[in-house]
């Protein structure tokens, strides 16, 4: 009989579980992403960090050779041109380990999101 390992509870299990080499970029990350989301909750969603107001703005999670980042398929759409150097998907964008973080970037697309989900939970008010 295998054991499974413990699945992180907190987020500084999450980053203290991560490859070493990712542990120094999820902080940078998660910093990065405070400052843009003041006020957003932070939490771990499908087994990645999440920061949610209403609704989830953003998740990240580390694997062996990237981060990993999921801003919805919008916030991807509206940054294609600043992302063409980097492997993305309809809601995923790979920040390779072996190179600085865009942080600037990753700035701009969280607070794309906060704005986003204000616009869009405003609709919805009465």
């Given amino acids: 009989m295998t054991?499974?390992?413990a699945q992180p509870k907190t987020i500084t299990e999450?980053?203290?579980?991560?490859?070493?080499?990712a542990r120094k970029k999820l902080r940078e990350t998660l910093a990065c992403i405070r400052a843009a989301a003041p006020?957003?909750?932070?939490?771990l969603?499908?087994?990645?960090l999440a920061?949610?107001?209403r609704r989830i703005l953003v998740t990240f999670a580390a694997f062996e050779r990237h981060i990993g980042f999921y801003p919805t398929p919008s916030a991807?759409?509206?940054f294609?041109?600043?992302?063409?150097?980097f492997s993305t998907a309809?809601?995923?964008i790979r920040f390779p380990l072996d190179k600085p973080l865009p942080l600037p970037l990753i700035r701009k697309i969280t607070a794309f999101r906060v704005r986003e989900s204000i616009e869009e939970d405003g609709k919805w008010k009465t």
């Fill in 3 to 5: 054991s499974k390992k």
């Fill in 14 to 21: 999450y980053i203290n579980a991560a490859p070493k080499g």
């Fill in 39 to 43: 006020g957003a909750r932070e939490s």
């Fill in 45 to 48: 969603k499908w087994g990645m």
């Fill in 51 to 53: 920061f949610s107001y």
């Fill in 76 to 78: 991807v759409r509206a």
């Fill in 80 to 85: 294609a041109k600043d992302l063409s150097k």
């Fill in 90 to 92: 309809s809601s995923s």
